[in-house]
């Protein structure tokens, strides 16, 4: 085996399989591995009691099981400073805010890397499902071999020059695997329920939960006519092509959320899942981020996802002059594209980058009332 | 790797002479020390010599001593127990903002029973200040607890002259001397405390043992029910080897306490010198003339404390910072805090070494190169 134990690898940990599994990967793969739990959020009720302690215990059992070193770092205020007021502001705009994808941006592969790095570290790991490979002496970056976890989507946002610095272990595998992989080795998480939802809301009510930092504004559901439905309880409890929850009865087809408008603060509502407010054939994207070296500066065709384990939709993007907005449209009309999710681009296996929805557009105007 | 080990304040290993005086004892003493037949009694016997030995360490009777499960429950016994006992003279209670957690807690919680709680600042230097003492004293408080020698920065306290103040007054003065114990020698004559706190893993001795001494003339209120050991002051079966342990490290102390002051003495000057020859940037924080000679609490301008303990423990350097929370990462010192303000870097660049008897000059000056490494690094990347 090559001799890997001058070359250290910080491994996020967070104490559920995934990372568990990387951790283990890395060690038996012989490097100098060190696992550091992220705190990124305080939850502490008034009992002295935080979901962060029983994964940082996991933690600790995972990595005492495969003897390396292991620390929790805390950054509860850039969390705080950088995703969660991001979070909070987009909702306010009416939008429908990805927080994984700044997570990712601005803790995991910055502020966490920036850690790393202190720690004299050769490369960063965390337990994505993606994959960092060098094609034709350039590091890209692409899907993880298990297209039901694939995790690019979540990725798109983060600098292209720190590929090489990065190890997506679990890219190779599938989600099957990586649970035998940690049964096989009695790993402490090996059957430790996989985390869902949002990481700083975990198992709790949304609605409650937004409700503690957003005052909510009730105000009117409408379908585009100006007929009044009912109430809402707050736009930001709602989300494009949304159907649960709206109360509204009677006959025909379900109701859907195909719209908002935050300054009158009505929902639009619409009958039918496939209704034709919900179909847009353009949209706008910003903040652009470039996975690869020759960014696209001409029209070209691609493979495009419009939320997180979407099919990929055939596109053309346009480039705009400054590079970092582009419009993007469709071979087909697409429903439901919400502003604020991420767009991001395929070529093949390789993830080439991505941006965020701004705007929504069918036959060149503008969908306004989508926030 | 060789790791060097600088968090003595944190705890000790076992001494030698407590490693054989345990193993010697681990297959005797087993009867219950309550028990009235011949195995009883040849338990008591070891429990009645250690506790003779304890008090005469302190120069206090025998009766003045009770054994704990460590500072923690004798500070929680010290607090709980004497205001409770005293209730009805006052209502209130003054003790310090830099005070271990074991003591702060307590007070955070008589405050919740209603209990009027001082918190006495603390000024750059460390330390309490006397003035703020007496003009926060009041005929109703019934209760004071200030440490010995705080546990982060190694600032003595002026435990004697508060003692001193409360001479002629009703309030009942504990003091916490978990760190001071181990490096002068405590004697209740001359510090005239009513209650104080020891702790035996500080002194190279067992985990899970500590004393309260008691002033025989003051009340304390149980806190913990059921037998009758330690004269009903705390319940449970005596944890009899744990505290043949602790009997063994005060001895062992006592031999050797003239000796390790010097040998901390030399290793902190040295370290303190040699970190002010190199090209580290820092500083000493709290006043130097008042600090105790095992404890040195640097300030590292331009790093983060995580970044340091982290890369200080992968170069086998184990030190340590404030208090880790349930999730491991580390809360800023509130002693650092209630010594500087919120806003000071220091908070969040400060490390405490802490020094025992098997340190040595090579560990100092290998702990002052990888330090010059470690914070240009961080210096560089802030």
């Known amino acids: ?371 | 790797m060789d790791y060097i080990y600088l968090d003595h304040a944190a705890t000790t290993p076992l001494h030698q002479s407590v490693q054989s005086e345990m193993k010697e004892m681990i297959s005797k003493a087993f009867g219950n020390p309550s028990s009235i037949h011949h195995f009883g009694r040849e338990t008591r016997k070891v429990l009645d010599r250690a506790r003779e030995n304890v008090a005469t360490s302190i120069n206090a009777k025998f009766n003045e001593i009770i054994f704990t499960s460590g500072g923690t429950e004798a500070n929680n016994l010290a607090i709980f127990g004497a205001v409770e006992a005293n209730k009805d003279k006052g209502n209130h209670v003054i003790t310090s903002e830099i005070e271990h957690h074991a003591v702060l807690h307590p007070f955070e919680e008589l405050e919740r029973k209603g209990y009027e709680v001082t918190y006495l600042p603390v000024d750059t230097s460390g330390t309490i200040s006397m003035a703020d003492f007496q003009k926060e004293l009041r005929d109703d408080t019934i209760f004071v607890s200030v440490m010995t020698v705080n546990n982060e920065t190694g600032i003595r306290q002026p435990v004697e002259k508060i003692a001193d103040q409360l001479k002629d007054h009703q309030a009942i003065f504990h003091t916490d001397a978990v760190q001071a114990y181990g490096v002068e020698s405590i004697d209740v004559n001359e510090l005239p405390v009513d209650l104080l706190t020891v702790s035996s893993h500080k002194i190279y001795g067992p985990k899970g043992i500590g004393f309260l001494y008691k002033n025989h003339s003051i009340h304390v209120k149980q806190q913990l029910f059921g037998g009758e050991q330690e004269r009903k002051w705390r319940s449970g079966t005596e944890n009899v080897l744990a505290i043949v342990g602790f009997d063994q490290a005060i001895r062992s102390l006592k031999e050797e306490l003239n000796s390790r002051k010097k040998h901390y003495e030399k290793l902190s000057n040295e370290f303190i010198k040699q970190l002010q020859a190199s090209d580290v940037i820092c500083s000493i924080n709290g006043e130097t003339s008042l600090r105790s000679p095992h404890i040195v609490n640097v300030s590292f301008e331009q790093t983060d404390v995580e970044q340091l303990l982290m890369n200080l423990d992968l170069e086998g350097i184990a030190v340590s910072s404030g208090s880790a929370c349930t999730a491991g990462s580390i809360n800023p010192s509130h002693v650092l805090t209630a010594m500087y303000g919120e806003e000071d870097a220091r908070l969040r660049n400060s490390v405490r070494f802490s020094f025992g008897k098997d340190n040595n000059l090579d560990d100092i000056k290998r702990v002052v190169n990888t330090l010059e490494k470690i914070t240009s690094r961080l210096r560089r990347l802030a």
Not at chain 1, 137 to 146: F, N, Y
């Open chain 1, 1 to 371: 085996m090559t001799d890997r134990s001058n070359i250290r690898v910080v491994v996020g940990m967070s104490g559920g399989v995934d990372s568990s599994v990387t951790a283990l990967l890395l060690k038996e793969q012989g490097y100098d591995v060190v696992g550091i739990f992220m705190k990124n959020w305080d939850d502490t009720d008034e009992f002295g009691v935080c979901t962060a302690t029983e994964d940082y215990e996991d933690v600790a059992r995972v990595a005492n099981q495969l003897n390396i070193p292991y620390y929790s770092v805390n950054f509860e205020k850039q969390y705080w400073d950088k995703v969660f007021q991001y979070f909070l502001d987009e909702y306010k705009a009416g939008r429908t805010p990805n927080p994984d994808v700044m997570c990712n941006k601005e803790i995991k592969f910055k502020a966490f890397l920036d850690h790393a790095v202190s720690l004299g570290a050769d490369y960063l790991a965390t337990g994505h499902y993606a994959q960092v490979d060098e094609q034709n002496g350039e590091v890209k970056m692409l899907r993880g071999v298990d297209r039901n976890k694939d995790q690019t989507y979540f990725l798109n946002q983060i600098p292209k020059d720190i590929l090489p610095k990065i190890l997506f272990p679990l890219g190779e595998l599938d989600k099957k695997e990586v649970r035998e992989l940690a049964k096989k080795h009695e790993l402490a998480t090996a059957t430790k329920k996989d985390s869902t939802g949002i990481c700083f809301i975990g198992e709790r009510n949304f609605k409650e939960f937004l409700s503690e930092y957003l005052p909510a504004q009730p105000g009117n559901m409408e379908t585009l006519n100006g007929e009044v439905k009912g109430k809402h309880d707050g736009l930001m409890y709602y989300t494009i092509g949304q159907r649960q929850g709206l109360g509204i009865g009677g006959a025909g087809d379900p109701w859907f959320v195909v719209g908002k408008n935050v300054k009158d603060n009505i929902l639009y509502v619409e009958q039918g899942f496939h209704h034709d407010a919900l179909y847009s054939d353009s949209l706008q994207a910003v903040d652009l981020n470039w996975l690869i070296t020759d960014v696209p500066t001409e029209p070209f065709s691609c493979t495009a996802k419009f939320r997180y384990r979407q099919e990929d939709h055939a596109v053309t993007v346009y480039p705009a002059n400054n590079l970092k907005e582009a419009s993007v449209v469709f071979d087909e009309a697409e429903r439901a594209i919400t502003p604020g999710q991420a767009v991001v681009f395929y070529d093949g296996d390789i993830c080439l980058g991505g941006g965020t929805i701004e705007e929504v557009f069918k036959e060149n105007k503008p969908l306004a009332y989508l926030g």
